[in-house]
């Protein structure tokens, strides 16, 4: 089977005001209508705040916006939270999942992110559901094997009928906004063992689920890593921010 088409995803997690999210779209989009990006698709998942305004400027172009996050619940007394169907209706693509800076400052487990990615499954969403390992798992060996776990209990019980519907984004904790990245080649086995794990689970999907990279990834370092047969794509953080950096790293793509 051919790869899948590249995902190449900006997580601008809690920056830029509103107002500045408008013109920055408009600048992104009148670049991409100059100089197109030929090879994958791309993604901005940003604050909830920014999604009216963003979803209607990108809608019809090959921009897609995402959410960071989304209630388990479907609705109801659950102040301060934003449903599944409430990002749908805006015409969200995308909701990560099960981001680490979730699991650490907000104490999610994988059984919350399990609840979140189908909740975004049954509204036609798809989720980005993102694992990885700390340092000290890495150092002692056990990176694969606690990456694997989090994939297996993340995606409990989910059957996408269609290998668009569902992307895995590994990210090594230690690797984000540190400037550290993994290797191509640590990156490369990762990816081919999280599709070893999905031929398991999921084995009429599994080729065509697109498995994103995150950590660090930049300009300087995005064509090796997204040379790598299992990693389609990026889930890019800091460098997402700068317009000339997010494009040249989906022009890496
Ligand atoms: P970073 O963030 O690119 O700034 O390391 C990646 C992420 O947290 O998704």
Excluded at 40 to 63: C, D, K, N, R, W
Excluded at 76 to 95: K, N
Excluded at 224 to 243: C, F, T
Aim: aromatic share 4%.
């Amino acid at each position: 089977m051919s790869r899948p088409q590249p995902l190449i995803a900006g997580n601008w997690k809690m920056n830029r005001l509103p107002s500045e999210a408008v013109s920055w779209t408009r600048e992104l989009l009148a670049r991409l209508d100059r100089a197109p990006v030929e090879a994958g698709e791309l993604a901005l998942i940003v604050p909830y705040t920014h999604l009216p305004a963003m979803t209607s400027l990108a809608f019809g172009t090959q921009v897609a916006l995402g959410a960071q996050d989304v209630s388990a619940h479907e609705e109801g007394a659950y102040t301060g939270e934003v449903s599944a169907a409430m990002l749908a209706d805006l015409g969200t693509r995308y909701v990560v999942v099960g981001h680490s800076e979730r699991r650490a400052y907000h104490g999610e487990d994988d059984a919350l992110v399990n609840a979140k990615a189908a909740r975004v499954m049954a509204h036609g969403m798809v989720p980005i559901v993102c694992v990885g390992e700390q340092r000290a798992e890495r150092d002692a060996g056990r990176a694969e094997e606690v990456v694997l776990g989090q994939v297996e209990r993340a995606l409990q019980g989910l059957a996408p009928a269609d290998p668009a519907a569902l992307v895995v984004a590994y990210e090594p904790v230690w690797a984000i906004g540190t400037g550290l990245t993994a290797t191509a080649a640590d990156a490369a086995a990762m990816g081919a063992a999280i599709r070893r794990l999905l031929r398991r689970l999921l084995p009429t999907v599994a080729d065509g689920v697109r498995l994103l990279y995150g950590g660090s990834m930049k300009p300087g370092n995005a064509a090796e890593l997204l040379a790598q047969p299992d990693v389609n794509g990026g889930l890019i953080g800091g460098a997402s921010l700068q317009l000339d950096d997010y494009l040249a790293i989906a022009a890496a793509a």
